[in-house]
């Protein structure tokens, strides 16, 4: 059986990176509007404000997909550490002795001598 591994750090780094992007599309427009009375000309400023808001849909479902995929990137991390806890677990017998339900290997009689 072929072992598969995961850099489970990484792909929770991945999903918090991704909330950051997405905090920081969503914090947007408001930064557009800083950037359009600084620039010092109204004219320029008009255009900072219509670039911006054109981009407002866009930005919208970017932002919806970015949170998307920092949920699932979360998601996945934490499935695959809760298998490979579940698989590392115990399993307890439930069934007698050396049947295929049993973790314990039957006792062979041709092993013991014969009194």
Do not use: Y
């Not at 489970?8 to 557009?32: H, K, N, Q, T």
């Amino acid at each position: 059986m072929a072992d598969l591994r995961m850099d489970l750090d990484a792909v929770r780094a991945l999903g918090d990176s991704l909330g950051v992007v997405a905090g920081e599309f969503e914090d947007a427009g408001a930064r557009s509007d800083r950037i359009a009375d600084s620039v010092g000309h109204d004219r320029l400023a008009g255009v900072v404000r219509d670039v911006a808001s054109s981009w407002d849909d866009t930005r919208a479902k970017m932002t919806t997909n970015l949170r998307l995929l920092a949920d699932s990137a979360t998601q996945v991390a934490q499935a695959f550490t809760d298998v490979d806890a579940d698989l590392a677990a115990p399993t307890p017998a439930t069934g007698p002795p050396g049947t295929r339900w049993s973790t314990t290997p039957a006792t062979s009689n041709a092993s013991r001598p014969t009194p």
